[in-house]
């Protein structure tokens, strides 16, 4: 049984890769400091995985409490380092709780790796680390830009930490995925996104206004350069997140892998905000109040991914549709609200 570790086990997408690395026969083991998540998330996962999903509060930056986990669970056999702070507009208004988490935080587990002799990682990265680019369609070869935000700047930093440990670490595998824009929930609408307060991603924003928790939606700005001066992005179902997850796991255990390697994670086709919301309506019925707001700082016009290489090199592609996204996000959110009841 191959034993992983999940920093950032209980949030949004680790609870979602946890459950498909327990389907998929691996034994996952969570770590979660409970930031921007609820100890219930854990429980939830071990109720839908059928098994108890070793669980443990820990902040991942906090070396000597990451090693006694290490120490309990006896052998660790890979990591996949989700724990981040994620929001875009909140690290250009507060960068320093960026970077400190965002890169000590890695420089932590990759420290941990280190002294544990852990050799395998999935590092969960982001299309923000290619910056300010020009391109809409970006591929994992780009040369990378300066960042738009504080958050992409963390990004960067972390991909290029890896990249100088694998000059000098031998028979360490690294795999970083640069996921766009995860949205939806499980299917079965047990198991989603659960923003701490007022959520800063979009899709839970429209789900909870379709609730009436938010009296409208604000659509930040409809004068870019795109077709209908929405912000354009790829936006993939958190189920694709999770079983691309699975895949670079499977990958980097292989001893041909090479010693770093990268994925761009997305559908390859972008969707303006705009249509995002009307796509909701359509599928849900539900008719959202909403007005134009101004411009948040950091926000890029339009990008999307080619997804080429992860399909030829780790045979994974996107299999739910933004329409699957969107009425699992919103029977996660009507389970949410049912519950509070």
């Known amino acids: 049984m191959i034993k992983v570790l999940l920093t950032g086990g209980a949030g949004y997408i680790g609870s979602h890769i946890a459950l498909a690395l327990a389907e998929k026969g691996f034994e996952p083991v969570l ?4 930031s921007n998540s609820l100890p219930w998330i854990s429980d939830r996962i071990s109720q839908l995985a059928g098994k108890k999903i070793p669980s443990y509060e820990a902040d ?33 208004q507060n960068p320093l709780k960026y ?10 587990i990759l420290q941990l790796m280190s002294d544990c002799s852990i050799h395998r990682l999935v590092f969960s990265s982001s299309c923000t680390v290619y910056g300010s680019t020009t391109k809409t369609e970006v591929f994992e070869s780009d040369a990378w830009s300066e960042a738009n935000n504080p958050y992409g700047y963390s990004k960067q930093v972390c991909e290029r930490m890896m990249s ?8 360490w595998k690294q795999v970083s995925l640069r996921y766009f824009n995860p949205i939806g929930a499980h299917p079965s609408g047990m198991l989603g996104e659960l923003p701490i307060g007022i959520p800063n991603n979009l899709v839970p924003y429209i789900t909870q206004t379709a609730a009436g928790i938010r ?7 409809d004068d870019y350069s795109t077709h209908d001066g929405t912000c354009v992005r790829d936006y993939i ?27 761009n994670i997305g559908t390859g086709s972008g969707l303006s905000v705009k249509e995002l919301v009307g796509n909701f309506e359509k599928v849900t019925g539900v008719l959202l109040p909403k007005i134009i707001g101004p411009r948040r700082l ?18 994974w592609h996107a299999e739910f ?11 996660w959110q009507q389970h949410l609200s049912s519950n509070s009841k």
């Open 237 to 263: 179902h958190v189920m694709d997140v999770a079983s691309a997850h699975v895949m670079a796991l499977e990958y980097v255990l292989k001893e041909n892998a090479p010693p770093i390697d990268q994925f």
């Open 31 to 34: 770590v979660d400091n409970y």
């Open 164 to 171: 100088d440990l694998s000059v000098v670490q031998s028979g």
């Open 321 to 331: 549709s933004i329409m699957d996204a969107l009425y699992h996000a919103w029977l």
């Open 99 to 108: 970077y400190r988490n965002n890169i000590n935080g890695t420089a932590a």
């Open 215 to 221: 009296e409208r939606l604000t659509i930040f700005g």
């Open 298 to 315: 950091g926000d890029a016009d339009a990008i999307y991914a080619n997804v080429a290489k992860a399909s030829k090199k780790i045979g």
């Open 60 to 92: 991942c930056r906090d070396v000597i409490a990451m090693k006694e986990i290490v120490k309990n669970e006896g052998k660790i056999d890979a990591i996949v380092h989700l724990a981040a702070f994620k929001a875009v507009g909140e690290s250009v």
